[in-house]
Nanobody, 123 residues
Framework: QVQLVESGGGLVQSGDSLRLSCVASGRTFSRYTMGWFRQAPGKAREFLAAISENGDTTYGVDSVKGRTTISRDNAKNTVYLDMRIVKLEDTAVYYC????????????????WGQGTQVTVSS
């Protein structure tokens, strides 16, 4: 089992950059595919990006591709989501998630979720 805690959210201005972090508990972090999701007000939760256990493979959705980078540091049990040129429509609660299976993460059904961190973009 793994517990996830996100941080790095807050109020940012349109056009700014931000880095979200997610720290995982336990000693088996490197065995999990990690993913980032978000849920905007009134909308369904949306998959954003995934990264494989060793970080060699990443995948991101077109809606944020080019503006976001997912990365991980297994020595720190941490996965990151870097966002550039944030837009008003990026306002959402951002969640990290973990699962041993890549396709389960990409399919938006991972076993473990963090509590989320709020990102609010102002104009």
């Amino acid at each position: 089992q793994v517990q996830l805690v996100e941080s790095g959210g807050g109020l940012v201005q349109s056009g700014d950059s931000l880095r979200l972090s997610c720290v995982a508990s336990g000693r088996t972090f490197s065995r999990y595919t990690m993913g980032w999701f978000r849920q905007a007000p009134g909308k369904a939760r949306e998959f954003l990006a995934a990264i494989s256990e060793n970080g060699d493979t990443t995948y991101g959705v077109d809606s944020v591709k080019g503006r976001t980078t997912i990365s991980r540091d297994n020595a720190k049990n941490t996965v990151y989501l870097d966002m550039r040129i944030v837009k008003l429509e990026d306002t959402a609660v951002y969640y990290c998630a973990a699962d041993p299976d890549w396709w389960t993460v990409v399919g938006a059904d991972p076993a473990y979720w963090g509590q989320g961190t709020q990102v609010t973009v102002s104009s």
